[in-house]
Structures are given as structure tokens and as C-alpha cells.
């Protein structure tokens, strides 16, 4: 699994599966969280997601943003009982 925080250029979540260093920018002000859960240098999994004013974290909402990113990467294993395609 690999989150990036603020990532200085534009980037696909799935590209967070390469090898290499990721750049981002220096902190401060929002946050934009990507993140992929990687398999064989490619996505099986991933999602974004934005704090507007991170206090730290120890902060509930940036502990509610890590959870929910989380949620998303690992879905649970009966995700396919709200999908109705046949490939889900």
C-alpha cells in the first residue's frame, strides 16, 4: 500500500506502483492524500482524497480521512452486493 501526500506533479494513482521516489510538495496548508494498493507494479486498488485545514494528526478529521482512504483500498469482501456489472 503506498499514500502520498501532496504530490507535487500530476500523477495517476495507479502510477504510485512504479518504483522510484514520489515528489511531493513541502507541507503545509490543505492536504491531498493519493493512494494505491499495489500487486506486480500495478493498482489493484485506489483512491484520492483532500483535508482543507489539517491540524496535526492527532486531528479527527485527518484520522477520519486516513480511515475512509483505508475503507477504500481494502473493500470489504462483499463489495460485489452493490455492484452490478458482472465484472466487479
Known amino acids: ?3 502520498a501526500f501532496n ?3 500530476n500523477m495517476l494513482n495507479s502510477s504510485l506502483c512504479t518504483d522510484g ?3 511531493t510538495s513541502p507541507p503545509g496548508g490543505p492536504i491531498v492524500v493519493q493512494g494505491a ?3 506486480s507494479g500495478g493498482a489493484l ?3 484520492t482524497g483532500w483535508l482543507d485545514r489539517p491540524q496535526g494528526p ?3 478529521d485527518f484520522r477520519s480521512l486516513i480511515s475512509d482512504m483505508t475503507f ?3 473493500p470489504s469482501r462483499r463489495a460485489d452486493l452493490f455492484c452490478g456489472a458482472i465484472d466487479c
Open 21 to 23: 521516489p514520489i515528489p
Open 7 to 9: 504530490v507535487a506533479e
Open 45 to 47: 486498488t485506489s483512491a
Open 58 to 60: 492527532d486531528d479527527p
Open 37 to 39: 494498493f499495489c500487486r
Open 72 to 74: 477504500t483500498l481494502f
Open 1 to 3: 500500500m503506498v499514500l
